[in-house]
């Protein structure tokens, strides 16, 4: 502090004004400073996990929040629940869909690699759908909570997307074309791929490397309910 700020001025410049935050009902609202491109890679464990987790602060705050995940049909590691739709289902404002086959493209555990391109390219027309319908809407405007993303949302989350891209089932330029015809107020959220995606490099404002140091997995520990799913 400053010899001439006083305790008061001081509380003024600092988050909350010093107040500790609280919780407050959902309300539907709409975001000011929302429009930017994320991308979300690496191989560490994450990814989905934290776009999944700003998608619920966005959702917190009020703001129409859509998941659409490509390639994530599951695998016998997997039980057929998954924890974060539970949440979606009970949380206003956020909502997914999921479009992925079963198994993984390319990993040779019996799932058709026909259907999985196929799971893919109907992920992607479900995109251009989603990013059309955001052109459509008034992004300045709240949206009804529990209305469907057809009628808009603030912030959309491509989860897996970029392995899609990774695995040849859908093309660079297919995810530089979404990107060009986002408006201007919507937020895109790109993630998946454990290669580096430079062909987003000067197109996205934030990249993350989520980067492995460790994983459990490399020890033969299989997917945990309630961490992995």
Do not use: C
Not at 110 to 138: T, Y
Not at 154 to 159: A, F, K, R, S
Request: glycine content about 12%; overall charge negative.
């Amino acid at each position: 502090m400053n010899d001439d700020e006083t305790p008061e001025s001081t509380l003024e410049r600092t988050p909350g004004r010093g107040r500790s935050p609280e919780s407050e009902p959902i309300e539907p609202s709409a975001p000011d400073e929302f429009g930017l491109v994320q991308v979300w890679w690496g191989d560490g464990k994450g990814k989905t996990t934290a776009t999944l987790g700003m998608g619920m602060r966005a959702a917190g705050h009020g703001y129409r929040v859509h998941v659409l995940q490509f390639m994530k049909g599951g695998a016998s590691s997997v039980e057929a629940v998954r924890g974060e739709y539970n949440a979606i289902a009970a949380l206003p404002g956020i909502s997914y869909e999921n479009l992925g086959h079963y198994g993984w493209h390319g990993m040779a555990d019996g799932s058709d690699e026909a259907d999985h391109e196929e799971r893919a390219r109907a992920g992607l027309e479900r995109a251009r759908e989603l990013v059309s319908a955001a052109n459509d809407a008034d992004l300045g405007t709240p949206f009804d909570l529990e209305g469907p993303p057809e009628e808009g949302v603030h912030m959309l989350v491509l989860d897996e997307i970029l392995y899609a891209v990774d695995r040849g089932l859908i093309d660079e330029a297919d995810v530089l074309e979404l990107i060009d015809a986002k408006p201007d107020g919507l937020e895109l959220v790109l993630s998946g791929s454990h290669a580096e995606p430079t062909y987003l490099e000067s197109r996205a404002d934030l990249v993350t490397n989520v980067r492995k140091e460790k994983h459990p997995i490399d020890a033969g520990q299989r997917a945990r309910r309630g961490t992995e799913y």
